[in-house]
Nanobody, 124 residues
Framework: QVQLVESGGGSVQAGGSLRLACAASGVSTSNTCMGWFRQAPGQEPEDLVKIDGHGRKVYDASLKGRFTVSEDNAKNTLYLQMNSLESEDTAMYYC??????????????????RGQGTQVTVSS
């Protein structure tokens, strides 16, 4: 059974940083397509970044280099380093995983598995 557990969210002032973690079980971060997306209240889910089972990363252009995805395969954990946070980044952040090593062109929020989310609140 696949389980994804996010952590690391919290409240931060604009300009600050947070690092989110997604501990995975039932899938291996080393050979699975995984990604991060977020959803603010009343808004549609927004894809952030995906990384395939070969380490190839695709970021949403709107992030402008502020966010960086990484993975620690020994810990089977996916990370999202978020810098220069803005109030517009306030949302629930989710990690997700496919049952495949390649990432489809479809939205991350439609992947096969997702975690329960971690809240990020940025105050200006």
């Amino acid at each position: 059974q696949v389980q994804l557990v996010e952590s690391g969210g919290g409240s931060v002032q604009a300009g600050g940083s947070l690092r989110l973690a997604c501990a995975a079980s039932g899938v291996s971060t080393s050979n699975t397509c995984m990604g991060w997306f977020r959803q603010a209240p009343g808004q549609e889910p927004e894809d952030l970044v995906k990384i395939d089972g070969h380490g190839r990363k695709v970021y949403d252009a709107s992030l402008k280099g502020r966010f960086t995805v990484s993975e620690d395969n020994a810990k089977n954990t996916l990370y999202l380093q978020m810098n220069s946070l803005e109030s517009e980044d306030t949302a629930m952040y989710y990690c997700a995983a496919r049952n495949w090593d390649f990432c489809s062109s479809g939205p991350i929020y439609e992947y096969d598995h997702r975690g329960q989310g971690t809240q990020v609140t940025v105050s200006s």
